[in-house]
């Protein structure tokens, strides 16, 4: 535009104008895209989609997802029309970014995956790279970081490959932040360094980059010991002149500073610098981050309850956020992704060698004006990711884990169950651990005795199970053992080994405790054929086995272990001895002490005993 403001005369040049202005005057960019798609009839299929484009991404910049949603897809069905070309790849790219802006995340891997195709089937080898870098970003929002690496470690060979540096800042940056969020800070610091040095040195992006850059280093830097360098970068980072406020820009720096408060001692000065920021412009990913820090800290303040509430409050949000990525339409485009790359990583290896030399050369003519455009256009994608990344694993990690004991809770267990009731071999010994008079404890102790005591004896578990036992928290006083690779004899073993330890006394508050506990197994899966819920046949034989210690007098154990396949094994009538009795078999169960009480199991007719 000229300096009165008038619109430029023809087609071309509002689009170019638009395009100019699109992240940095976006209301400009909208009304300028108006005023080529208002010459209806005449305009060409070309300057229609650069139009549609220009507009719908600054729309997505403003935030307005559905205006933005019906450029893409209105670009999306011009483009299917173009001629091939890089023109239809890069529309193509276009308006999967700004599907990836306003939300539409699958919507988004489709386009991104056509283009790749595109892109490789006519040669344009450059094109792949920012497509590359695209899939990374979007791979790494579907919490699929080892894929999202993949791709970022491609488009770095065939920058190298074709000595076209464009978009390295953008590349290693988003790297970066996805080994950071793999809790490798120490890989990702030398691609953030490079990141950030690019990004000042070379003008490519501008303060926001510069500021994103700058606090994912600082991040890193922090987490591997660095933290005078991290301060550093901080405060540098403080001073850079934003055009706008970024909430989630200041979110981060609030929580970096939050964190540098808290490792000084200063937990409740870091919880009113957390507490002051205002939620309601984060993203779900951001509001995560933020609340888990406020959980991390009223948890070191002993105030439980609230942490327990804010953790509540992260699995709702993490919920509704996991329903929306609508993973089955992923999966499937995946699928048809996986084998590309394999292509591209056999490609990857052969060019990595000679293209070191190429590279320096060619640097000095990129820092040019066309990185400026690529870097704003990734580099924004890749900031949301700074709080995805351990926060992801965290709430994993809260969601499968025990609050008292640490140990995997009953969710996790149950994922891990019907993983290996789908094993053929069935080596596997389920132990259902039940500590005795549990009750009692807690009525003559109190509460928090109790808590202590089984505490202590999960630890105990954990320590004594076995290398490759997988311990849980099953419900209140009851704990599941899973011991692979197990036959009968050491199931035995270890049910009598974990008896005796479990039967000493716990030291606790009040002085030491007697407990004790009795223990069912039965093996996992039971033969028979393979289905993940048979694994409810061998818990309810555990139990039936562990009732009947219980009967025996307590601390004790019993256990069966089914060798041979029966016919007709039905899961849901083997669980009470009622049934059991009467359409098996004598299966003696093996114990460790007379069971006088004990109820004779049967197998069906004519099967062959487990003797
Ligand atoms: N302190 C504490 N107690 C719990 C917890 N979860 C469950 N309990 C208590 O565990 C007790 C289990 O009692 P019961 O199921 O009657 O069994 P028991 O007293 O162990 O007796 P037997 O199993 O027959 O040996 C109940 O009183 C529960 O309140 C917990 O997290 N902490």
Not at 361 to 375: I, Y
Request: glycine content about 8%.
């Amino acid at each position: 535009a000229g300096p009165d403001g008038a619109l430029p005369l023809t087609v071309d040049e509002r689009n170019a104008a638009c395009s100019q202005a699109e992240d940095a005057d976006p209301e400009r960019a909208i009304a300028l895209a108006q005023s080529v798609l208002d010459e209806g009839a005449v305009l060409g299929a070309m300057q229609r989609a650069d139009a549609l484009g220009c507009r719908g991404w600054a729309q997505a910049w403003l935030a307005r997802k559905d205006e933005a949603r019906r450029d893409a897809y209105a670009l999306r069905e011009l483009v299917q029309g173009l001629e091939r070309g890089a023109e239809r790849v890069r529309l193509t790219r276009r308006a999967g970014g700004i599907l990836h802006r306003s939300g539409d995340r699958v919507g988004a891997l489709d386009l991104y995956a056509r283009a790749v195709g595109d892109a490789e089937a006519q040669g344009l080898e450059s094109e792949r790279i920012p497509l590359l870098a695209n899939l990374g970003v979007l791979h790494s929002e579907f919490e699929e970081h080892a894929r999202a690496q993949v791709n970022y470690e491609q488009a770095l060979a065939l920058m190298e490959r074709l000595g076209d540096f464009r978009y390295e800042a953008p590349v290693r940056y988003n790297l970066g932040l996805n080994l950071t969020g793999q809790d490798r800070d120490a890989d990702a610091v030398p691609h953030l360094r490079r990141a950030l040095e690019l990004i000042r040195d070379t003008g490519m992006g501008g303060p926001m980059q510069e500021l994103g850059a700058s606090i994912a280093l600082a991040g890193a830097l922090q987490q591997t010991g660095q933290t005078v360098e991290a301060q550093a970068l901080l405060e540098r980072a403080r001073a850079i002149d934003m055009p706008a406020p970024d909430p989630s820009m200041e979110l981060q720096l609030r929580l970096i500073e939050a964190g540098q408060r808290a490792d000084a001692g200063d937990v409740a000065g870091a919880l009113a610098l957390i507490d002051a920021v205002e939620p309601g412009p984060l993203t779900e990913i951001q509001q995560w981050d933020w609340l888990k820090r406020r959980a991390d800290l009223l948890e070191r303040l002993g105030r439980h309850a609230d942490a327990n509430r804010v953790l509540h409050a992260i699995n709702t949000l993490r919920e509704t956020y996991l329903r929306h990525q609508n993973h089955e339409r992923l999966a499937a485009l995946d699928a048809h992704m996986r084998d590309r790359e394999q292509r591209l990583e056999v490609e990857r290896l052969q060019a990595a060698a000679d293209t070191q030399a190429r590279r320096l050369e060619v640097r000095d003519r990129l820092q040019g004006a066309t990185a400026v455009v690529a870097g704003l256009l990734l580099l924004f994608g890749g900031a949301v990711l700074l709080w995805q990344r351990r926060m992801n694993r965290r709430l994993f990690l809260a969601s499968h884990t025990d609050a008292l004991t640490g140990l995997s809770n009953r969710r996790a267990m149950t994922q891990r169950l019907r993983a290996l009731a789908l094993q053929p071999q069935g080596d596997t010994a389920l132990l259902l651990i039940d500590l005795d008079l549990f009750k009692r404890i807690n009525d003559e102790y109190g509460h928090d005795v109790g808590d202590q005591v089984l505490v202590a004896c999960a630890r105990r578990l954990q320590g004594d199970a076995g290398a490759d036992a997988i311990v849980s928290r099953w419900g209140g006083e009851e704990f599941i053992v899973l011991l692979p690779h197990c036959d009968a004899q050491r199931a035995r073993a270890a049910a009598d080994r974990l008896r005796t330890v479990l039967a000493q006394p716990v030291p606790t508050d009040k002085g030491p405790v007697q407990t004790g506990a009795s223990l069912g197994y039965a093996n996992l899966p039971l033969p028979g054929p393979c289905h993940p819920d048979a694994w409810h046949a061998s818990l309810q034989l555990a139990d039936s086995a562990l009732y009947l210690a219980k009967r025996a007098g307590r601390d004790a154990w019993a256990g069966y272990w089914i060798e041979h396949a029966i016919a007709d094994w039905p899961a849901e009538r083997l669980g009470r001895e009622a049934h059991l009795a009467r359409s098996l078999r004598v299966i003696e169960p093996q114990s460790s002490r007379p069971l006088r009480e004990a109820v004779t199991l049967v197998a069906p007719h004519g099967a062959p005993s487990p003797g």
